[in-house]
T-cell receptor
Framework: AQRVTQPEKLLSVFKGAPVELKCNYS??????LFWYVQYSRQRLQLLLR??SRESIKGFTADLNKGETSFHLKKPFAQEEDSAMYYC??????????FGKGTRLSVIA | NAGVTQTPKFQVLKTGQSMTLQCAQD?????MSWYRQDPGMGLRLIHY???????DQGEVPNGYNVSRSTTEDFPLRLLSAAPSQTSVYFC?????????????FGQGTRLTVV
């Protein structure tokens, strides 16, 4: 069965500290992986996708097929990064399956 | 370009009442989905559609119906509202390009059942 695990419900870091939001997945085949972000009182929006290999707002995520992980990282957290973050794999014709999310709180 | 539009934004229902949450997209996306968002539970898939006339159940379909008569619209019906259906509901659409691609979300509907 498709499964996504985000082990931390809440992650608090100080401004300027490094951030790592963990995501592990269990998925058949070769899924495409996404990170979505939801800022306070806003709709979910795509942050980045593994196939693009890009850095968005200073965030990067590397797909590790051996560990089936897709952790989200940023070297220096900013207050505006405070939000809910969701990891989501997708494969074939099925919709995105979301993890339970991690709330990132960046403390000034 | 409106993207994905959900109505209403807020709704209060009494137990046993029925209602329809509307979702429309103007991007000609094949895929549309409904999720509910609850604290500590993340986003759970209710129903989805891969094209007009085709729907399927997700993780938590009980108490909800959907239909997809057009590419643009994907309404979600609550048949007999229950307090357990108090949640924030999100509609999403995606383009089909060799599989599911980036999902675009509506702004959400906050539903309270009393």
């Amino acid at each position: 069965a498709q499964r996504v695990t985000q082990p931390e419900k809440l992650l608090s870091v100080f401004k300027g500290a490094p951030v790592e939001l963990k995501c592990n997945y269990s998925y058949s085949g070769s899924p495409e992986l996404f990170w979505y972000v939801q800022y306070s009182r806003q709709r979910l929006q795509l942050l980045l996708r593994h196939i693009s290999r890009e850095s968005i707002k200073g965030f990067t995520a590397d797909l590790n097929k051996g560990e089936t992980s897709f952790h989200l990282k940023k070297p220096f957290a900013q207050e505006e990064d405070s939000a809910m973050y969701y990891c989501a794999p997708s494969g074939g014709n099925t919709p995105l399956v979301f993890g339970k999310g991690t709330r990132l709180s960046v403390i000034a | 370009n409106a993207g994905v539009t959900q109505t209403p934004k807020f709704q209060v229902l009494k137990t046993g009442q029925s209602m329809t949450l509307q979702c429309a997209q103007d991007m000609n996306h094949e895929y549309m989905s409904w999720y509910r968002q609850d604290p500590g539970m993340g986003l759970r898939l209710i129903h989805y559609s891969v094209g007009a006339g085709i729907t399927d159940q997700g993780e938590v379909p009980n108490g909800y119906n959907v239909s997809r008569s057009t590419t643009e619209d994907f309404p979600l019906r609550l048949l007999s509202a229950a307090p357990s259906q108090t949640s924030v509901y999100f509609c999403a659409s995606s383009k089909r390009q060799g599989g599911v691609t980036e999902a675009f979300f509506g702004q959400g509907t906050r539903l309270t059942v009393v």
